[in-house]
Nanobody, 124 residues
Framework: QAQLVESGGGLVQAGGSLRLSCAAS????????MGWFRQAPGKEREFVAA????????YYADSVKGRFTISRDNAKNTVYLQMNSLKPEDTAVYYC?????????????????WGQGTQVSVSS
């Protein structure tokens, strides 16, 4: 069973950058597909980015494409989300998720483990 712990959230001005990290333990991290999701106040959780087991394939929501980059370091059991050119509408709690399949997916049902989330706030 995998445990996921996110870090790196915080308050940043519009146009700034943050890098989120998600450290995994208790499972064979390198075989899992990984994803980032976010939930803004009063809204449903939505897909942000996903990466396959090797890191060679990635997928992004249109709203973050070109600004966010997902990556992973299997030697460190960690997945990252580099967020650049942040906008106030990026404000949300960001969650990392792991799925048994090594592929990347944009639907929550494909993920079996979730972290507790980290808050990202972008001021205008």
């Amino acid at each position: 069973q995998a445990q996921l712990v996110e870090s790196g959230g915080g308050l940043v001005q519009a146009g700034g950058s943050l890098r989120l990290s998600c450290a995994a333990s208790g499972a064979t991290f390198s075989s899992y597909g990984m994803g980032w999701f976010r939930q803004a106040p009063g809204k449903e959780r939505e897909f942000v980015a996903a990466i396959n087991w090797s890191g060679r394939s990635t997928y992004y929501a249109d709203s973050v494409k070109g600004r966010f980059t997902i990556s992973r370091d299997n030697a460190k059991n960690t997945v990252y989300l580099q967020m650049n050119s942040l906008k106030p509408e990026d404000t949300a709690v960001y969650y990392c998720a792991a799925g048994y399949s090594g592929n990347y997916y944009y639907t929550e049902i494909k993920y079996h483990y979730w972290g507790q989330g980290t808050q990202v706030s972008v001021s205008s």
